[in-house]
């Protein structure tokens, strides 16, 4: 139905439009309204400034953000840590009901949900469902974990004995990204909130919308009043909540400048941190390869998103002998990808998520042209036939031929629809030159080579590596990074570990041995 009126209206000014989207569905999030949310409900900021959000889709301005200051942040960790209180002494089971009840209001919202993630995102509403069913299933995952904490009992000597209990931290800060904003604010929540935290998140101010939507599933599934919150607002924002006295834990994803600055500022208050930052990740394909599946893995490894995924496999390392029939067959698919309007079933690629961000992805292309790199397709402005798009901030999908390691569009983050094809001769050879960076979010291998698979992933300095696939990203399984790409891990059981804290007890059951 939202599709439908968005195809329909495309041609009436965005406040229809975004009008009759909000009525088209009971419970729809409102863009109207404040996008900020504590205490149970929507608040306004007290600061004058607004900052216009854009639909990448048309260029049009899709709603209006009212940043939180000093004061709104304060409110919503209050409300926050009072919300602790109450879920923290909650059981596991307890804690799990709501959760799955929020799983299910996802479930049953899935469209809406979606839609909306196009509209302000630009993604293909393909993929924006499977974001919604990623952000669903990671909070089934972790409810089902919450009834499952548990300590260890060690038995000492003369009948006394020790325990560890694993407690919550207290209020933790989310700082969410632009290219997956529900899916983010989910796979942050859910180990938080399964753990006995409560949490204060903060959008991307570019895509501010679904946050929103997040924390009113959560009230509505009974969560008590203020475990979930949502401030909205840029790096002054963001750095109130990281340095705000009230807030133990702060978990980043973004870049890696921001994340320095972030792990600077939890460092006044001696915080810990995980952080989900960039990537330059290596896609090694060998000549043993199954050439069909290599082509579809290189593709989803650089296309998903319009290119603006942190573990892309942007370097293909080819081995020499399948170097032009690789080629020619990812060329040919890649100008075969459908551009145009993201809420369209046929789309495979939206629009990026802004005209800046277009622009520097652009620079990139020239930037590679003027080192040398073949353009073999792609890497230009597009213009979609529909006159109602035409301020979209549409491109190509580009790859890049005859590329070498120290080109710019080699060893720089583009964060957009770009492949960089490289060839290689030997495996030690091609295993220095994609471990040559100071990023280590994730790697990718193609080969029948049951052996040379497992020995390659062995030596490959990344902390998601993938065989034979690439950019699968199952909630059962920690997702992260080595060297510049982050600490901690997001998703999987061990996750657990970064949202709570052990306590040691020792229980003596004799005398005291003193000294004194």
């Given at each position: 139905m939202l599709r439908r009126l968005a195809l329909s209206l495309r041609r009436r000014p965005a406040a229809a439009l975004l009008a009759a989207l909000r009525c088209a569905s009971s419970g729809a999030v409102d863009i109207r309204v404040p996008l900020n949310f504590w205490g149970g409900k929507r608040m306004r900021s007290k600061e004058k400034s607004n900052e216009s959000v854009y639909e990448p889709a048309t260029g049009r301005v899709l709603c209006h953000l009212e940043p939180c200051g000093a004061v709104e942040v304060d409110q919503a960790?209050?409300?926050?840590?009072?919300?602790?209180?109450?879920?923290?002494?909650?059981?596991?089971?307890?804690?799990?009901?709501?959760?799955?009840?929020?799983?299910?209001?996802?479930?049953?919202?899935?469209?809406?949900?979606?839609?909306?993630?196009v509209v302000n995102n630009g993604k293909s509403i393909t993929e924006a469902r499977l974001d919604v069913d990623s952000a669903r299933l990671c909070i089934e995952y972790y409810a089902g974990l919450a009834s499952t904490l548990?300590?260890?009992?060690?038995?000492?000597?003369?009948?006394?004995?020790?325990?560890?209990?694993?407690?919550?931290?207290?209020?933790?800060?989310?700082?969410g990204a632009w290219n997956y904003p529900f899916q983010i604010a989910a796979w942050k929540s859910a180990p938080a909130l399964a753990c006995g935290n409560s949490m204060v998140f903060k959008p991307s101010p570019v895509t501010p919308v679904t946050a929103v939507m997040l924390a009113e599933v959560y009230a509505q599934a009974g969560a008590p009043e203020g475990l979930f919150n949502v401030v909205q607002g840029g790096q002054e924002t963001g750095s109130l909540l990281c340095r705000h006295p009230d807030v133990a834990k702060v978990s980043f994803t973004g870049s890696v400048p921001t994340g320095k600055k972030i792990m600077e500022m939890a460092s006044e208050g001696v915080k810990p941190v995980t952080l989900e930052l960039g990537g330059k990740s290596p896609l090694l394909i060998f000549q043993d390869s199954d050439l069909e599946n290599a082509v579809k893995g290189a593709l989803m490894a650089n296309f998903l998103s319009q290119g603006q995924v942190c573990?892309?496999?942007?370097?293909?390392?080819?081995?020499r002998q399948i170097l032009p029939e690789f080629v020619e067959e990812v060329v040919r698919r890649t100008r075969?990808?459908?551009?145009?309007?993201?809420?369209?079933?046929?789309?495979?690629?939206?629009?990026?998520?802004?005209q800046p961000h277009l622009d520097r992805v652009l620079a990139f292309v020239d930037q590679a042209k003027k080192e040398g790199a073949a353009v073999l397709c792609g890497g230009e402005p597009f213009v979609p036939s529909d006159p109602k798009l035409k301020g979209g901030y549409y491109m190509t999908p580009c790859v890049l031929g005859d590329c070498t390691d120290e080109m710019t569009c080699v060893k720089e983050e583009i964060f957009g629809p770009v492949m960089s094809v490289l060839s290689f001769e030997t495996e030690e050879e091609v295993l220095q030159r994609a471990n040559d960076t100071t990023l280590g979010l994730a790697a990718g291998v193609f080969t029948r080579d049951v052996r040379r698979a497992h020995r390659v992933v062995e030596h490959l300095k990344a902390g998601s590596c993938f065989i034979n696939n690439y950019?699968?990203?199952?909630?059962?399984?920690?997702?992260?990074?080595?060297k510049m790409s982050g600490i901690g891990r997001e998703n999987g059981q061990v996750t657990i570990e970064f949202y709570s804290q052990l306590k040691t007890v020792f229980v003596e059951m004799g005398d005291v041995d003193s000294l004194f």
């Open positions: 960790v209050n409300h926050a840590n009072s919300a602790f209180s109450h879920w923290s002494k909650m059981s596991g089971m307890e804690r799990a009901r709501i959760m799955i009840e929020a799983a299910h209001i996802i479930e049953s919202r899935r469209e809406e949900i979606a839609e909306m993630e548990a300590g260890q009992h060690v038995q000492l000597p003369g009948g006394s004995f020790a325990y560890t209990r694993r407690e919550p931290l207290g209020v933790c800060a989310g700082i573990s892309n496999g942007t370097r293909v390392f080819v081995q075969a990808i459908e551009i145009g309007d993201p809420l369209l079933e046929s789309t495979r690629m939206g629009a990026l998520v802004s950019n699968i990203t199952p909630v059962e399984v920690p997702f992260g990074g080595f």
